[in-house]
């Protein structure tokens, strides 16, 4: 159907609180990716799911950062005991074929703010 | 660490003029793609070009690859306002994750 959603598209929390973030890939698309922006930045990688495995998670900056994703379909990025340097854009992508030309349709992101 | 490096960082240009980005890597690739990113919004993919390509058109961008160079370059021709928007290299790897640079900022003045 449409394209990738991410919701919320706006989270403002306290520092210490835990936030989950959705996201909901285009449908058939197998493989689905977390990054983190910040302002003005590039793409951090955090990382990757094939289905419902993670082959590749080498990108959460710590323990706090996890993600599951069932059913192959939707994802979640929840991130416990949030600190201010946790503020960023918070991007999903998916893909049809990671393996070969893996080009990749982004969501509009979850703007996280920590106080 | 970041395989796409984007120059310049910031680009401004005037409606009508051509703009050229560039973009240099360090490892070897199976394909280089350019994604653009408009403000508040996630990326859309422009154009990817594979490794045992030179140079590939769409419109009106036309990206060349040197692999000898480990060196891509997006031109946008007769730019227009609604080009304004980031632009980000992004190269394949391990995993088949992508590694996107830090982007180039295009400004299109009407």
């Keep these: ?115 | 660490s970041q395989q796409g490096e984007e120059d310049p960082q910031a680009l401004s240009i005037q409606e009508g003029e051509n703009a050229t980005m560039n973009c240099s890597y360090k490892t070897s690739i199976n394909n280089l793609q350019w994604y653009r990113q408009n403000s508040g919004r996630g990326l859309v993919h422009l154009i990817l070009i594979r490794s045992n390509e030179r140079e590939k058109h769409s419109g009106r961008l036309r990206v060349t690859l040197d692999t000898s160079k480990k060196s891509s370059s997006l031109l946008i021709t007769a730019s227009r306002a609604a080009d304004t928007a980031s632009y980000f290299c992004a190269t394949d790897g391990a995993n088949s994750k992508l590694t996107f640079g830090k982007g180039i900022t295009l400004s299109v003045r009407p």
């Design chain 1, 1 to 115: 159907g449409a394209g990738v959603s991410q919701s919320p598209s706006n989270k403002v929390t306290e520092k210490g609180k835990d936030v989950e973030l959705r996201c909901d890939p285009i449908s058939g698309h197998t493989a689905l990716y977390w990054y983190r922006q910040s302002l003005g930045q590039g793409l951090e990688f955090l990382i990757y799911f094939q289905g419902n495995s993670a082959p590749d998670k080498s990108g959460l900056p710590s323990d706090r950062f996890s993600a599951e994703r069932t059913g192959g379909s939707v994802s979640t990025l929840t991130i416990q005991r949030t600190q201010q340097e946790d503020s960023a854009v918070y991007l999903c992508a998916s893909s049809f074929e990671p393996g070969v030309r893996n080009i990749q349709y982004f969501g509009a992101g979850t703007r996280l703010s920590v106080l």
